[in-house]
């Protein structure tokens, strides 16, 4: 889960910061989020 405002640049230097790879290519899906339905 990254920041929703983040770019495929931004995702793709913090991986190299943090685990030290290469990433070859970002791919990005924004989805909604899933609501429960719960019965009180």
Do not use: C, H, Q, W
């Not at 889960?1 to 943090?18: G, Q, Y």
């Amino acid at each position: 889960m990254v920041d929703p405002s983040a770019t495929k640049v931004d995702i793709k230097n913090t991986f190299k910061r943090l685990y030290g790879v290469t990433v070859e290519a970002v791919n990005i899906i924004k989805t909604r989020e899933k609501f429960r339905n719960t019965k009180t």
